[in-house]
């Protein structure tokens, strides 16, 4: 149980174009999730928290206009890069917490590795 | 703002050493602390956490932390470290009333010579 999955796992596109990667939770619900980046040779920083049914709350620094996020159901996540540009190119992870349980653990997704040319 | 540091950004060992990464944070209040692992090329794992109860937690493929309240700390510890656990560490943390989001530390490089 508690499987968090990411689509796609690599993405490549040009500059100015939007792409959007989706978060799933496989076999809970989960009314909130997040969204972290990763740099390369870096730490998680985590850019957005994507309650379900209302808007997301961005951290500090992070443009909600550029990274639009949908979070319409209790499984499913979305994060649209908008205008992609260069250095929007990273690693992209989701997080989901079982809405069922009492413990709020994170269960992390396997990343979308975004490339924008 | 709350904060999560870990001290060693890279560790080098041959296999059988003993392995100890230290994580210290900066809220005081009540936190959630946890220790993932990301192998080479796949994505985050948990390793292990603390919520409450026995400040000595163990975790999966042999893997301790130990929670010290008074020092702020949760370091990782492993008695005898094998080739397959080079990877890449990190310590978060977490509080409810922070609507339970999670702050990495900057990480560490584990590399475990055969």
């Known amino acids: 149980g508690a499987v968090v999955s990411q689509h796609p796992s690599w993405v490549i596109c040009k500059s100015g174009t939007s792409v959007k990667i989706e978060c799933r939770s496989l076999?809970?619900?989960?009314?909130?999730m997040f969204w972290y980046r990763q740099f390369p040779k870096q730490s998680l920083m985590l850019m957005a928290t994507?309650?379900?049914?209302?808007?997301?709350?961005?951290e500090q620094g992070v443009e909600k206009d550029k990274f639009l996020i949908n979070h319409a159901s209790l499984t499913l996540s979305t994060l649209t890069v908008t205008s992609a540009h260069p250095e929007d190119s990273s690693f992209y992870i989701c997080?989901?917490?079982?809405?069922?349980?009492?413990?709020?653990?994170?269960?992390f997704g396997p990343g979308t590795r975004l490339t924008v040319l | 703002a709350q904060s999560v540091s870990q001290h060693n950004h890279h560790v080098i060992l041959s296999e059988a050493a003993s392995l100890e990464l230290g994580c210290n944070y900066s809220?005081?209040?009540?936190?959630?602390l946890f220790w993932y692992v990301q192998y080479p090329g796949q994505h985050l794992q948990l390793l292990l956490k603390?919520?409450?109860?026995?400040?000595l937690v163990k975790g999966i493929k042999g893997f301790e932390a130990e929670f010290i309240k008074s020092k702020f700390s949760f370091n990782l510890r492993k008695p005898s470290v094998q080739w397959s656990d080079t990877a890449e560490y990190f310590c978060?943390?977490?509080?409810?009333?922070?609507?339970?989001?999670?702050?990495f530390g900057g990480g560490t490089r584990v590399l475990v010579k055969p």
């Open positions: 809220y005081g209040g009540t936190v959630n």
């Open positions: 994507s309650n379900e049914g209302s808007k997301a709350t961005y």
């Open positions: 997080s989901a917490i079982n809405s069922g349980r009492a413990v709020n653990e994170q269960f």
């Open positions: 978060a943390v977490s509080r409810k009333a922070a609507g339970n989001k999670l702050t």
């Open positions: 603390y919520f409450s109860g026995d400040p």
């Open positions: 076999d809970f619900q989960a009314t909130t």
